[in-house]
């Protein structure tokens, strides 16, 4: 099941015994749960009718109680557990694990409690993520994966805050952000007042707000990846951290960076100042097709660490991100 999917199901009054938000995109996940959350509870006596447990510290002893705990003065009980995964031990995994499969199947049949499990990596062959079937649902919760689903998230995005958009502008955002669809949003708002109450966002618009991170300090750290100067890569990355760029959006950067740098590298065309041109077609030599598309695949996986299928905290990421494309 979508986001998208969970959505009009709820709003059509629609409530499952038990959701899996399996995903690594948290914007996803979190909007899906409001979702549930919105439907579940109305208001009353909420504090006693919302369980919030953490995989890290739950046992199936504590999740059993609280799935099954009558609701006190309302009609619906929710229950939240996240990350069940992330229980320390791999014995304590497998027995939360079991616990959650046996929660979901005594959930089935009533309609009292709603369980609801957040987790960033689910593997599917796992008996505890197979346990979410009908009437239990898994939501896929991953941000688009080609250029076109990120291209119509911005569209989306833009016409929910009433911002029209002007001609190449989804594709711009869509290239300079990725797929950071929380950061996207965030850009819409931010274009959007930048054009001014009621005005058409340009590309103009685009070019000055997502001029965070300037361009000698991006293209100082592209060349010093390029270069294999590892060092100085990563003395720059904490410069540019240093000043207050947000993690995600530095990625976004050498994310928009490389994926043109592959597309010069194939002889497409790309915009921008002769002399920027000039320096792309140089990396993109310095660089070859195969090796590109290796950058590429480590970036994605360095976002997936960013938005939480991972222990590192961004920086230390990003910086191990920096390493591998400068080796």
């Not at 899906?32 to 504090?47: E, K, Y």
């Not at 290796?294 to 961004?314: F, N, R, T, V, W």
């Amino acid at each position: 099941m979508s986001p998208d999917e969970l959505r009009r199901e709820v709003a059509a009054g629609k409530l499952r015994p038990a959701y899996l938000l399996a995903g690594a995109e948290p914007l996803l996940r979190d909007e899906a749960l409001a979702s549930i959350r919105g439907a579940a509870l109305d208001g009353t006596a909420d504090d006693f009718n919302f369980d919030r447990l953490s995989g890290e510290s739950t046992s199936p002893g504590r999740l059993r109680e609280a799935v099954q705990a009558l609701p006190i003065m309302a009609s619906h009980r929710l229950v939240v557990l996240n990350e069940p995964q992330n229980a320390r031990g791999a014995a304590a995994k497998k027995e939360l694990g079991e616990g959650v499969a046996a929660a979901v199947g005594e959930l089935v049949g009533q309609e009292q409690t709603v369980l609801v499990v957040c987790a960033a990596k689910a593997d599917k062959r796992s008996a505890w993520v197979k346990a979410f079937k009908q009437p239990a649902a898994l939501v896929e919760c991953e941000a688009p994966g080609k250029p076109a689903g990120v291209v119509a998230f911005v569209r989306k995005e833009a016409a929910d805050q009433e911002v029209e958009l002007g001609p190449g502008v989804a594709e711009m955002l869509a290239e300079r952000v990725g797929s950071q669809l929380l950061l996207l949003r965030q850009e819409i708002a931010k274009v959007a007042l930048l054009a001014g109450s009621g005005a058409r966002v340009t590309r103009d618009h685009v070019e000055m707000s997502t001029g965070q991170i300037a361009e000698q300090p991006v293209w100082d750290l592209t060349d010093a990846i390029g270069d294999g100067h590892s060092a100085d890569a990563v003395t720059l990355l904490g410069r540019i951290l240093g000043a207050g760029a947000p993690a995600p959006v530095v990625l976004g950067a050498l994310a928009s960076h490389f994926r043109r740098l592959a597309r010069v590298s194939r002889g497409g065309s790309v915009r921008g100042a002769p002399w920027m041109i000039r320096k792309l077609e140089k990396q993109a030599r310095r660089y070859g097709v195969s090796r590109l598309l290796s950058c590429l695949k480590e970036i994605h996986q360095a976002d997936a660490a960013l938005k939480g299928a991972g222990s590192l905290d961004p920086g230390m990421a990003l910086e191990r991100l920096v390493m591998r494309l400068a080796s």
